[in-house]
C-alpha cells in the first residue's frame, strides 16, 4: 500500500514537472547552445592550422588548405543549428525576432558564413597553384636524381672501357680483388660478409670484362646494351613517376578544390538567404506583457 502511494506521488511530481517546463525554448536553446560550440570550435581548429604561417612554402599551403576544407563542414553544420534554433523560437511563439535582453546570434552568423564562403572560393585557386608548383618540384627532382644516376653509370662505363684498352691495369685490379677475398680483411679491417660479396662481384665483373675485351666487337655490343638497358629503365622510371604525379595531383585538385567549391557556395548561399530574410521581415510589436 505505502509503495503504491510512492509511486503515484512520484508519478505526479513527474507530471507536473514536465508540464511546468517550457519544452520548445529549452530546444531551441540547446541548438543555439551546441551550434555556437561547433562554430567556435571550427575557428579555433582553423587559427591552429594557419599559425605559424610559412606562405612562402607551397607544402604548408597545401596542407593547409586541405586541412581547412576537410573541416569546413562543422562551422556549417554549427550555424545550421543556430538557425534551427532560432526556426523553434518562431514556430513556438517562445521569442521575438529579436528577443528581448538576448543577444541575436542570426545577423553575425549570417555575415560569417558569407565571408566563410568568399574564403573557401579564394581557397579554390591557390590550391590548385599550389598542386601544380608541388607536382613540377617533384618532376624536377626526379630528373635531377636520374640525371646522377646517368653520370654515375656512364662513368663506370667509362671506367670498364679504359680498363679494357689497358690489360695489365685490368689484370692487377683482379688480383687486389682476389687477394682481399683470399685475406678476408682490408688494412687490416676484417670485411663483413657483404664487403666480401660486394668484392667478389666486382672480380667477376672484371673477369668478365677481360675475356670481352680479346674481342673488341663483343665488347661494343656490350657496352650498347647495358646503355640501351639504361636508356629503356630511365624512360620508364620517368613515364611512372610523372603518371603517379599527374594522378596524385588530379585527385587532390578536383577533391580539395571541388570541396571548397561546395563549402563556398553553400555558406554564401546560407548567409545571403538569411540576411535578407531576416532584413526584411517585418518588425514584431512589443510584447503587451512587460515582464515577457
Not at 553544420?77 to 532560432?86: E, K, P, Q
Not at 680498363?163 to 680483411?185: C, D, F, H, V, Y
Not at 667478389?200 to 672484371?206: A, P, S
Amino acid at each position: 500500500m505505502l509503495g503504491k502511494c510512492l509511486a503515484k506521488m512520484a508519478y505526479s511530481i513527474l507530471r507536473c514537472s514536465l508540464e511546468s517546463m517550457n519544452i520548445p525554448a529549452f530546444t531551441a536553446l540547446t541548438l543555439k547552445l551546441f551550434g555556437v560550440i561547433f562554430v567556435l570550435i571550427a575557428l579555433l581548429d582553423f587559427v591552429s592550422l594557419i599559425f605559424p604561417l610559412q606562405m612562402a612554402d607551397p607544402q604548408w599551403q597545401l596542407t593547409t588548405i586541405t586541412g581547412i576544407v576537410d573541416r569546413g563542414i562543422v562551422p556549417m553544420l554549427g550555424m545550421g543549428l543556430i538557425s534551427l534554433g532560432y526556426l523553434v523560437d518562431t514556430m513556438a511563439k517562445t521569442a521575438t525576432t529579436s528577443p528581448k535582453g538576448g543577444f541575436d546570434l542570426r545577423m553575425p552568423v549570417y555575415i560569417l558564413a558569407i565571408a566563410l564562403g568568399l574564403v573557401f572560393l579564394l581557397l579554390i585557386p591557390i590550391h590548385l597553384t599550389n598542386v601544380n608548383q608541388i607536382k613540377t618540384a617533384e618532376l624536377a627532382q626526379l630528373e635531377t636524381q636520374i640525371g646522377q644516376g646517368q653520370q654515375q653509370v656512364e662513368g663506370a662505363l667509362r671506367q670498364f672501357d679504359a680498363l679494357s684498352q689497358n690489360p695489365e691495369a685490368l689484370e692487377q685490379q683482379i688480383k687486389e680483388g682476389e687477394q682481399l677475398l683470399a685475406a678476408g680483411q682490408a688494412n687490416g679491417n676484417p670485411l663483413n660478409q657483404e664487403q666480401l660479396a660486394n668484392i667478389e662481384r666486382q672480380v667477376n665483373e672484371l673477369k668478365g670484362l677481360q675475356e670481352m675485351s680479346k674481342d673488341p666487337a663483343a665488347l661494343k655490343a656490350k657496352m650498347e646494351e647495358i646503355k640501351t638497358n639504361l636508356e629503356t629503365q630511365v624512360a620508364e622510371q620517368r613515364q611512372k613517376v610523372e603518371s603517379q604525379a599527374s594522378n596524385q595531383a588530379l585527385k587532390q585538385g578536383l577533391r580539395v578544390g571541388l570541396s571548397s567549391l561546395m563549402l563556398s557556395i553553400g555558406f554564401a548561399a546560407f548567409g545571403a538567404l538569411g540576411l535578407r530574410n531576416l532584413l526584411s521581415a517585418p518588425p514584431t510589436p512589443p510584447s503587451a506583457d512587460p515582464l515577457a
